[in-house]
């Protein structure tokens, strides 16, 4: 398994203030990866330096190829390509339907054959359970297929890395748990998936890694 996050010695600041220190963290392809702990615990901010959105110093921090201390901004969109995220609330495009709301996502990140693109839509939804909603508006759709649909989105561009953040936050146990395990499956395909939750019960359905975050600080629990 290839290495694909290392970071050593590692602080994350947020505003100006320090949110995370000492961070030493190593993630491989195909790894299954929960970052447990309670709300406001940093879990965010450190899932947010993985696409360079919050900036980090240190040692040492590569993502996928590029170094996040000496990171250029031209180059921020082509890491960004090779990351996939799911928020918890969705951000779908609400006047559009799930197909455009996808067609959107390849249009903005240089794809321009329709015929490739509707083919790779089709075959995200399939993946995620939900080719026969193509044509539905997103307020036609329950809680957990609109997450499905995230998921289908944060696929589209084939990423090495599905970072899932709370994606389970806004919706009852039993709807969880499916998005859950299509998470888990995508991870036995062989992606690696991090996903931070506070809900201890899926690292416990869904074997992976787990990482603590206390008192500023990352703890690997066994």
């Not at 939900?130 to 997103?138: E, F, H, L, N, Q």
């Not at 036609?140 to 499905?148: D, K, Y």
């Amino acid at each position: 398994m290839s290495q694909l996050i290392h970071y050593q010695d590692i602080e994350v600041c947020q505003e100006e203030q320090i949110v995370l220190r000492n961070v030493n963290l190593d993630i491989r392809s195909g790894e299954m990866v929960y970052l447990l702990g309670r709300v406001g615990s940093g879990k965010s901010s450190l899932m947010k330096t993985f696409y360079a959105e919050l900036p980090v110093q240190g040692a040492e921090a590569n993502v996928l190829g590029y170094n996040l201390l000496t990171i250029k901004r031209k180059h921020v969109p082509y890491l960004r390509r090779k990351v996939g995220v799911v928020f918890q609330d969705f951000q779908l495009l609400v006047d559009r339907n799930v197909e455009e709301n996808l067609m959107f996502v390849l249009k903005a990140t240089g794809w321009k054959d329709k015929q490739l693109m509707r083919s790779n839509i089709h075959d995200v939804l399939e993946q995620v359970g939900m080719a026969d909603k193509s044509y539905k508006m997103p307020y036609q759709l329950s809680g957990g297929e609109q997450q499905r649909v995230v998921i289908a989105r944060a696929l589209l561009n084939s990423p090495e890395i599905i970072l899932a953040d709370e994606p389970t936050g806004n919706l009852d146990p039993e709807t969880g748990q499916g998005i859950i395990e299509l998470l888990y499956s995508i991870s036995r395909a062989g992606m690696t998936v991090i996903m931070s939750t506070h809900n201890l019960q899926w690292p416990e359905r869904f074997p992976g890694r787990r990482i603590e975050f206390q008192n500023g600080q990352l703890v690997e629990l066994q």
